[in-house]
């Protein structure tokens, strides 16, 4: 980064701390809250506003400059926001800012809702640029080994961070699958910032999360089915009408879709207001149905027309905002019901923070660079993918999120998952850099027949053994 944008960072990070500063202190003087307006809603919701994202984009500038990812942060500014620093340091002002301010937990739910709509419009990123095989493989390795290390260290653990609503196979299924999501998003950033985007390790963990993703979200959607069912007539119901909503969606909204976006590519404002419409409307039937408005903002997006330049620069534009403003009030919303102080104090949960932390990336780190080496990558790469597939960042707050409105987790192990999402997200990039240089990489697959020269295995990657003999 240039010295004229680290320093353009620099006077962000003191306009949003001055910012910061001014409304809390506004926020916690018995003369401000002693103003008319001051018990009114509105006032209470904007200052809110400006206070989350001040505080949560100061922060992303910092880690920024720390060489992270801007979301990691973000969700480190929303735990500020939380009973972790300001509920402790300042509750007075905390009090006056979040409790019971009418309309910030919807605002924080829109959030979450544009947010699904971009995971599913990313989910096929770089779906086609390796072979399926190899794809298998290390999806097997870097989902499925965490996914079943999630669930075993789930079962002893129920007692302690079920939450109310769960049975014992709800809350191990839904660990389990919490445990051993990637972040495709965040991931696209980390492998822009330490400039493997083009390599190996990086297509093939930007490819396995995509999968990943699209496999998490089915089988989450399967289980909050289950869960919101309380008797086989209302199961039976909850399933013919996500059915219904499935076949109306694949015969009826893709194709209007492609036809819509056709019609109004030279409109882009009008392109931004469809997509707005559709993300919120199936959110809304998702929501009906018994399912989280997510699940029905994902679908949207995963059914948009691919390769449509338009489509492109309106989600761009909606994605602008969405980052700047939404997603912010979300990770404040998150950060709400993160209380630190239920792992740091108590040693026991301590303890069990630290048990789930290994088994999290553990699992994910071995089990990457395992498929990794059985489909030829060198030792180094193979490691690298591991890393990059230890990156879990929003989704899993999303899922975790997702998990404790529905009552499968409680509220510490709400904490303990944040956390393991801010932790695993902060280390990703600095191992993968410590782990290679982009030009030790393998660069990418070597396209032709499925039997090459000695050393490709017709998977159409670059194996060790072909770089030796080179």
Known sequence: MTAQRWRAVGWGAAACTAAAVGLLGAAGTPVARSMPGAAEPITRLLAAVAVTVAVCHLCGALATRLRQPAVVGEIAGGLLLGPSLLGLAWPSASRWLFDGVAGRELVAQLGLVMFMFFIGRELSLGAHTLPPRAIGKGAVGSIGLPVVAGMAVAVPIYPTL??????????????????AVTALPVLA??????????????????????????????????????????????LAMTVSLIACTALLTVLGA?????????????????????????ATGFAAVTQLIGLHAAIGAFVFGAILPR?????????????????AVLLPLFFAGAGLHTDLRAVGVDPGQLWLFGVL????????????????????????????????????????IVIATI??????????GFTMLVLLALLT????????????????????????ARRGPAGDDGEGIRTDRSRKAA
């Open 403 to 412: 998990g404790i409105q529905h009552g499968l987790i409680n509220e510490v």
């Open 189 to 234: 950033r980390v492998l822009a910032d330490t400039g493997t985007a083009g390599s190996i390790p990086g297509r093939l963990a930007l490819t396995c999360a995509a999968v990943g993703d699209g496999l998490s979200w089915s089988v989450l959607t399967l289980l909050l089915m289950v869960s919101a069912s309380g008797s086989v007539r209302q």
């Open 357 to 396: 932390l290994v088994v999290a990336s553990v699992p994910k780190l071995a089990g990457g660079a395992l498929s990794a080496r059985r489909i030829g990558l060198s030792p180094r790469d193979a490691l690298c993918f591991g890393a990059l597939m230890n990156c879990r960042g929003v989704t899993e």
């Open 307 to 323: 390769q449509a330049p338009a489509v492109d620069r309106a989600a761009n534009r909606l994605h602008d905002f969405t980052g």
């Open 162 to 179: 079920a939450g109310p609503a769960a049975d014992r196979f709800e809350f191990v299924v839904f660990f389990g699958l919490a445990i």
């Open 254 to 278: 893709r194709p209007a879709l492609l036809r819509l976006v056709e019609r109004l590519a030279p409109t882009t404002g009008m392109l931004s207001t469809l997509l707005v419409v559709g």
């Open 425 to 448: 997200t902060a280390t990703t990039a600095p191992l993968v850099r410590l782990l290679s240089k982009p030009s030790r990489l393998g660069n990418g697959p070597r396209e032709g």
